[in-house]
């Protein structure tokens, strides 16, 4: 019995002086890597950072927190911010971020509201603290200008993760539920309210691969580049219409990019009539942009969807036999 009190005694000690010196390191390398940023090209501050959670947490708590980049003049500022960690997971990181924060973007100021918002991390557990996965969260935000303007979702979940035995390539996913436009937006790319006032969703799903694995901690000090993208699936859908598009594209060394993308839209002259009411296009053109879509559709056994394809070659785009012009660089 005695034996056993003594071995729960140590076992208790050693796993106290863990934590302590774990908590110790968190501070202390969490400390030195905001006065790294600090010291580079962005301006960050400050006002505390404690850890506590003894004795199965890590629980880091940073107040009045704010970073600026004056390059491109926008900056960020949260009263708390808050990353969790269990002690026997210490790879693993929980974000929290306050319900209300501020951000802003060449002198103008924008308020990011929340019901909550929270990311996680995790990382292998090996010298290289190779990237494995990261998502973020959001519960009803509201994006508000000064003048009380404000664009609002029902939710938001932004994914990334290794691609299961890959070493760089990456899943990416975005979803956007329930999109509330602006007044003044909506007035602008729908003058005659002709489609709902809520975008029911946006979905983004892709894998990009990359010219070397995302680690914190390697050796490599080269840029990663991107080597390809291949979009699984884009989809939006607003009302009765819809548009979603599927393709790969690779750029080459200078950044041109190769690839295609099959393109389908519902009940697309909807859109058509939305360019009209906003005069992007003249009324007169819009039998003629009809028999264009009549010749380029390749889907014409199904009366209500257009289905085109987005071809890239050396970084010039064409809609079918119908040149758009260059397509953007991505290095």
């Known amino acids: 019995m005695r034996k056993l009190i003594a071995l729960v005694v140590v076992a208790a000690t050693l796993y106290g ?4 010196v774990g908590r110790s390191q968190i501070q202390s390398k969490l400390s030195e890597a905001l006065v790294d940023i600090d010291a580079g090209d962005y301006d960050l501050t400050y006002d505390t950072l404690h850890t506590k959670g003894f004795p199965s947490r890590f629980d880091t708590t940073i107040t009045n927190l704010e970073f600026n980049d004056p390059l491109t003049a926008t900056s960020w500022a949260a009263p708390i911010f808050q990353l969790f960690a269990l002690s026997y997971r210490p790879n693993e990181v929980i974000a929290v971020f306050p319900n209300e924060q501020t951000l802003t973007v060449d002198g103008e100021v924008f308020t990011l509201l929340t019901n909550d918002m929270r990311a996680s991390g995790k990382v292998r557990a090996n010298a290289t603290l190779a990237f494995q996965t990261a998502t973020i969260e959001m519960d ?9 303007a404000e664009l609002a979702m029902a939710s938001i979940l932004a994914a990334m993760r290794l691609t299961p035995e890959t070493i760089q390539t990456y899943d990416l996913f975005l979803e956007a539920r329930s999109i509330e436009l602006p007044e003044d937006v909506r007035r602008m790319i729908d003058p005659q309210n002709q489609q709902p006032a809520i975008i029911q969703s946006l979905r983004f799903d892709s894998d990009i691969d990359l010219s070397a694995p995302i ?8 840029p990663i580049g991107l080597e390809a993208i291949s979009i699984k699936e884009f989809a939006l859908a607003w009302g009765e219409m819809s548009l979603s598009a599927i393709g790969d ?4 060394a200078t950044g041109l990019l190769n690839g295609s993308f099959s393109i389908s839209a519902r009940n697309w002259q909807q859109l058509l009539d939305l360019a009209v009411a906003t005069g992007s296009i003249p009324e007169e ?8 879509a009549a010749n380029i559709d390749e889907t014409p056994h199904v009366p ?4 085109a394809t987005l071809t890239i070659t050396d970084g010039q785009m064409a809609l ?11 290095r």
């Open 17 to 20: 002086g863990y934590w302590f």
């Open 140 to 148: 009803y935000p509201r994006i508000r200008t000064e003048e009380g």
């Open 215 to 222: 680690e914190l901690n390697g050796a490599n000090t080269d």
């Open 249 to 252: 594209v690779t750029p080459d």
């Open 285 to 292: 053109r819009r039998l003629l942009i009809v028999g264009m």
């Open 304 to 307: 209500d969807t257009l289905t």
């Open 320 to 330: 079918g036999p119908i040149p758009l012009g260059a397509a953007p660089l991505l």
